[in-house]
Nanobody
Framework: QVQLVESGGGLVQAGGSLRLSCAAS????????MGWYRQAPEKQRELVAI???????NYGDSVKGRCTISRDNAKNTVYLQMNSLRPEDTAVYYC???????????????WGQGTQVTVSS
């Protein structure tokens, strides 16, 4: 079994910062792309940022210049540093990882349970 456990969400004032973490554990042979997505009430889930195993990153337009994604491959952990937060950043943030459970096995997409980020004005 594979688990993704997120932490670091909370309530912050506009202009503030938060750092989210997501640790993958369980039956893991290899981890490919890891990323963060978010979903606000009555809105579709959207990309925040993704990072490949080699460190290539891509960001959603709404967070470019304000967020930095990074990962520690030794710890199977991905981070999201969010700065200059705005009320419109309020959402549940979900971690995602593409994981191979065994050598030459298929890749599966796993999701964390989500962590709430609330930005007050």
């Amino acid at each position: 079994q594979v688990q993704l456990v997120e932490s670091g969400g909370g309530l912050v004032q506009a202009g503030g910062s938060l750092r989210l973490s997501c640790a993958a554990s369980g039956s893991i042979f290899s981890i490919g792309v890891m990323g963060w997505y978010r979903q606000a009430p009555e809105k579709q889930r959207e990309l925040v940022a993704i990072i490949t195993g080699g460190g290539t990153t891509n960001y959603g337009d709404s967070v470019k210049g304000r967020c930095t994604i990074s990962r520690d491959n030794a710890k199977n952990t991905v981070y999201l540093q969010m700065n200059s937060l705005r009320p419109e950043d309020t959402a549940v943030y979900y971690c995602n990882a593409h994981i191979q459970k065994r050598e030459y096995g298929p890749w599966y997409s796993f999701w964390g349970q989500g962590t709430q980020v609330t930005v007050s004005s």
